[in-house]
């Protein structure tokens, strides 16, 4: 099928589960923020699975191709994964800016990065128990994760990135084995820090994906529209994921109006063209996603674009969000009935 849809990763977190005005005043954790959930703890994990059911039927009734767990459990796209590794001190965090500049707790790198465990497996098989149709599940990029940290163990970020890229590759192999569709690795930081990246980012995104076979992603972006409202033009690390062993990459073109030419050196990976642009509190008509998506094709087939929000829906309301996915889906089928499929 041409022109499959999906999300990027995240879904609105309903009002009862999440203070979402707390969420929305601060920039999203790195270390644990448990005082952002309402529910009290013995209730929190059924909360958190009647939450994910939501989010799940919200994307099917949308018409979305491909659906997610809506990352309902995860306080940040980032800290749920990183602050279950071994190596971390959590009671005493550390300090690191985050990519607009500020300040922010972090975990502090204390010993060897290792996985102790699967930290998004049982999310998976939820997801993958409770829809019939294609699941993607997200987890934080090594090179990400690092930025978000505090290291005060190894002698190099190159080698405590490989460590971290390490975890995440045992955490891909075990979400394959319990059967997801698509696994996207998200490295925001890459865009955010593209020096560091060329100098040992590729290489540690490379090795988390090193022996996969399954369907692999990479979301690379500004940030979240709700707390980075500046965007630039075009990205300054982009074109070096050709160089990535990754199937598919997942870039936003919205809200920074992007030049999509930029695409042309991903030849032959398949992309999520972003075309909901989530700064803008509307939902966008049909003929406006359908033209943003056009605007790509003559640097990407057909059969290589996804549609999907720019960034995580995380920050929006959720009629907002399940408004623009439905105009998605619909821009979508106007995309193949002029295209083909």
Known sequence: MLFPTTIVGSFPQPDWLIDREKLAG?????????????????????????????????QETAGLDIVSDGEIRRESYSNRFATALDGIDLDNPGTALDRSGHPNPVPRIVGPIRRRHAVEVEDLKFLRAHTRRLVKITVPGPFTMLQQAQNDFYDSEEEAAMDYAAAVNAEIRDLFAAGADVVQIDEPYMQARPEKARRYGLAALNRALEGITGTTAVHICFGYAAIIHERPSGYSFLSELALCS???????????????????????????????????????????IVARIERALPYVAAENVILAPDCGMKYIPRATAAGKLAAMVAAAQVLRSRHGG
């Open 246 to 288: 990754c199937r598919q990459v997942s870039i936003e073109t919205a809200q920074s109006h992007l030049d999509c030419s930029a695409l042309l050196p991903l030849a032959g990976k398949k992309i999520m063209v972003g075309c909901l642009d989530l700064a803008d509190p509307a939902v966008e008509s049909v003929d406006t």
């Open 26 to 58: 601060r920039f999203p954790p790195r270390v644990r923020a448990r005082e952002l959930w309402r529910i009290p703890p013995q209730y929190l994990e059924q909360a958190q699975e009647d939450a994910t059911l939501i989010a799940i039927r919200a």
